[in-house]
């Protein structure tokens, strides 16, 4: 490392607690301080570059420095960079709201702003229980998948099932309970899971307010995926017992999947809707809660009546990341994203055929701009993930496995060559830790 990268991150653990990470472990393993950022690639203060195969968090998806995104944001610094949304409103936030309700699912009307993927599940879960309230039933109960993430706020973590970030929490956490996810992406598997889906229905939908779901893919419990006969099922089960679905696509939205939403797979739509990461092309903080008429209708009514839906967060709406959000929606709207995903992620697959014959790969599979290598034969102690993600930073490749899960996540606008060096990159790392 050179001086320059040395002396920032001494600077750096002098004051800053990382997210998601034990602090220790920088005892030896070194921080990368990046300076700069262009396409798919970012640049430390020694000059290397590293390919940013998962996005950044999954949120970057049109590159770094996008030049379009950047000059949206730039203008709006000049009209208008804050307002309170109560009382006030603003150009882009009516504008975005507009293309988000055109473009989401059909039942999809209202769309409440919030800050952050997170608080958004907050949002959704505090929404449909006090629906169900508005309309004269307690409903306090919440029911999610097994191996599902929602976020890492108390309601969010309740209702997620990845004991690493959960478990110590347990006594904090609000009433959830789960039903177990399809076990791969076959349509059997979907449909055993729905069985399983209607019999705890059956039994406990009076004290269910809602059913939270990442559609077709879990993303933080490993990108497990499942068939969309499931969400066809979830829907029509849901309806059937007077309990909500909130399809959480706050890491499945925006084509990741390759369609625009994860939703579209199974034409469904949800009672709620959660987006935010790639929303703003990962400029900004900045998420929604998109919610349907019928919801909206059982909060609007005489102030005195208390029906009121009085969530807000200092941030929300921001029309920095409102202008951002825009400018993501209008590269959609100007290019054939979704066919250029289309040919990558076959390319991907293509690609990937050769790891099947590596002994410690147990299964890849992929849903679009997702793919995954499951590894199989280690112990948890053994972090191979972080040994992978050490060998691909020293060729230049961010991957951030999640434990022997290594995946792909690249921002859409990655070249076929880039594709390339990703998984070669991947392939060596994988190939190095074979016993
Ligand atoms: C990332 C994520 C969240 C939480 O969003 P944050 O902005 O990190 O709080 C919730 N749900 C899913 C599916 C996610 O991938």
Redesign the pocket.
């Known amino acids: 490392m050179s001086n320059k990268n040395t002396k920032m991150m001494q600077r750096d653990l002098e004051v800053i607690w990382h997210p998601c990470t034990q602090m220790k472990d920088h005892e030896t393993l070194p921080l990368v301080p990046i300076k700069s950022g262009k396409g798919v690639y970012l640049y430390d203060f020694d000059g290397n570059a590293y390919i940013d195969a998962v996005s950044s968090?999954?949120?970057n998806i049109f590159g770094h420095a996008n030049e379009s995104i950047n000059n949206k944001v730039k203008a709006q610094i000049d009209t208008l960079e804050h307002v309170l949304l109560a009382g006030f409103t603003h150009e882009p936030a009516i504008e975005l709201a507009h293309k988000l309700v055109n473009i989401t699912p059909k039942d999809l009307a209202k769309v409440f702003y919030v800050d952050?993927?997170?608080?958004?599940?907050e949002a959704a879960l505090k929404m449909s229980y006090h629906y169900h309230l508005n309309r004269g039933k307690r409903k306090a109960l919440f029911l999610s998948l097994t191996n599902?993430?929602?976020?890492?706020?108390i309601g969010?973590l309740s209702v997620?099932d990845v004991q690493l970030y959960k478990e110590t929490y347990e006594p904090l956490l609000i009433a959830n309970i789960q039903v177990p996810v399809p076990k791969d992406q076959s349509i059997d598997a979907a449909n055993e899971a729905l069985a399983a889906l209607e019999e705890t229905l059956k039994e406990r939908s009076d004290e269910i307010a809602a059913f939270i779901i990442?559609p077709l893919i879990?993303?933080?419990g490993g990108m497990h995926m499942y068939h969309p006969t499931y969400l066809v099922g979830a829907r029509v089960l849901t309806q059937k017992y007077d309990v909500h679905l909130i399809a959480?696509?706050?890491?499945?939205g925006f084509g990741r999947t390759g369609k625009m939403f994860a939703c579209d797979h199974a034409d469904i739509s949800p009672d709620f809707m959660?987006l935010?990461?790639g929303l703003t092309g990962g400029y900004l903080?900045l998420?929604v809660v998109m919610t349907s008429n019928d919801v909206y209708q059982a909060f609007y009514c005489d102030y005195n009546e208390h029906k009121a839906f009085l969530h807000s967060h200092s941030y929300t709406g921001n029309p920095l990341a409102c202008a951002a959000a825009l400018a993501t929606m209008e590269i959609f709207e100007q290019n054939d994203i979704l066919g250029e995903n289309e040919k990558k992620s076959s390319y991907i697959k293509e690609k990937l055929e050769k790891f099947s014959s590596l002994s410690n790969v147990k299964e890849i599979r992929q849903q679009g701009m997702v793919t995954a290598v499951e590894l199989e034969g280690y112990q948890s102690t053994e972090r191979i993930g972080l040994k992978v993600y050490e060998y691909a930073l020293s060729q230049g490749v961010l991957l951030r496995p999640l434990g022997h899960v290594i995946y792909f996540m690249p921002p859409y606008v990655i070249s076929y060559e880039e594709i390339d060096k990703m998984i070669e990159v991947a392939y060596e790392g994988i190939k190095r830790i074979l016993k």
């Open positions: 968090w999954w949120v952050n993927g997170s608080s958004a599940i599902s993430y929602h976020g890492e706020t969010a997620g990442e879990q993303g933080a959480d696509e706050i890491m499945t959660t935010s990461k903080p998420s």
